[in-house]
């Protein structure tokens, strides 16, 4: 088990720009390192809510036998939860109007999966966000589809985009889950892990 206070190195597995940014905000320091072709299906009966740890796992798997001791890897998978239904990263833009139009109206959740993964311990939870959407028209829908291209987004939408700010009317729990990544908790989770001292040094140094 990784000591308290020794020095780590933080390692994001993630090519989410939006990502980089919310772990940014936490004033540690950390790399990107993306290992390709990772598998990232699970087994069609597994429940909405289990779909991101067991993704989130999944990735980090790839990591454990390439990492050094003194390396800790953040691994993170989204996934918009509407009823029963996971709506993944749309194909095309027909799947991300489908998308809209079935969420419009509607209460959904979005789940992040997060696995912390060192040579020796892993940490997994998920944190769960409830969005509401007005009904939205179908010109307002084209209209986000076609100037943002949220293909790269769970569920075809940024809540941080111009779709969020017309379109979301309530919003329960973390607001920085809905966009990727629970960084509150990832603090605490790091901090018990591995100590502040060890995320936060030299020039991001705070009191």
Known sequence: MMKKNHPVELILASHSPR????????????????????????PEELPAEEVPVYLSKSK???YRDVISDDQLVI?????VV???AVLGKPADRDEAVDMLRSLSGHTHRVITGVALTT???????????EVTFKV?????????????????KAGAYGIQE???YVGVTQLSGSYFNVMGLPV????????????????????KARP
């Open 82 to 84: 509407l009823g029963d």
């Open 162 to 164: 111009w779709i969020g």
């Open 136 to 152: 939205l028209s179908e010109e307002e829908i084209a209209y986000y589809v076609d100037v943002y291209k949220p293909y790269d």
């Open 60 to 62: 980090a798997r790839a």
């Open 184 to 203: 509150q908790r990832i603090y605490q989770e790091l901090v018990d892990m591995c100590g502040r001292e060890a995320l936060i040094r030299g020039d």
């Open 75 to 79: 691994t993170a998978d989204t996934v």
């Open 119 to 129: 040579t020796s311990e892993q940490r997994t939870f998920s944190v769960v966000s």
């Open 19 to 42: 990502r980089r940014e919310l772990l940014a905000g936490l004033d540690i320091e950390f790399r990107v390192w993306v290992l390709e072709d990772i598998d990232e299906s699970y």
